[in-house]
């Protein structure tokens, strides 16, 4: 089985014990963009079909957000790109993007997962989040630590839906941000990523 066999976020829950609830743990707020990304990002979407398929979703509207949201952390913190992980035989498969701690052993080792990231393909955020939660409870199992919380975001380019995961409570937060918005989209992945540093930081291997 992989991360895509699960068609839902409910199919992860049975599988896995997991509660579901609905709030805001994080507040969507504009965050600023350079210049230089604005007028890029506008030019393509002015001059390009940037929606037009998965692949010109990931490549020039996702990808640029996520890296851009990344580089304040770069010295302790990475961006993968469709980076295999397995906890085991059934958690396993490879996340559209994860933002990782830096391994001190160099950039093409993943250290600990803390935002799990997954298109959700054909606008389909319900399956979108059967393989992001399934994402975050490998997560959880790779970090050592099922406590501490790690981090999902499902999109489809447009709409950007946040996730928490902490010990056996999935939290999926009310509030979504729209790339008609795009400084709100930013502040949220930023946001995120903040928040799961700031958590990721107590975590620990487990004996």
């Known amino acids: 089985m992989a991360f895509t066999d699960f068609k839902s976020a409910d199919e ?5 014990q ?13 965050k600023p963009l350079p210049e230089y990304f604005v007028q890029e990002f506008e030019f393509n979407r ?3 079909d940037v929606f037009g398929s998965e692949a010109s979703r990931c490549e020039a ?3 640029p ?9 770069i010295h302790e913190y990475s961006l993968w790109s469709h980076k295999s992980i397995a906890a085991d035989p059934i958690l396993t498969g490879t996340p559209d993007y994860i933002v990782a701690k830096r391994s001190q052993l160099g950039k093409n080792v993943l250290d600990f997962p803390l935002v799990l990231v997954a298109e959700a393909k054909q606008n389909d955020f319900a399956r979108g989040w059967g393989q992001c939660l399934a994402e975050m409870v490998a997560a959880q199992r ?10 999902g975001i499902v ?4 709409t950007w839906q946040f996730g928490q995961l902490a010990g056996k409570l999935f939290t999926k937060n009310l509030s979504r941000a729209t790339i008609d ?5 930013y502040g949220a992945v930023f946001g995120l990523i903040e928040l799961s540093i700031s958590t990721g930081n107590s975590t620990t291997i487990a004996p």
């Open 65 to 73: 957000i996520l890296r851009e949201a990344c580089k304040s952390f």
């Open 46 to 48: 002015t001059n390009f």
């Open 142 to 151: 790779l970090n050592g630590n099922e406590e501490t919380a790690v981090y």
């Open 181 to 185: 918005r795009l400084e709100e989209v």
């Open 12 to 16: 992860v829950q049975k599988a896995y």
């Open 155 to 158: 999109t489809d380019g447009e």
């Open 18 to 30: 997991v509660r579901y609830v609905e709030k805001d743990f994080i507040t969507i707020c504009p």
């Open 61 to 63: 509207v996702i990808y």
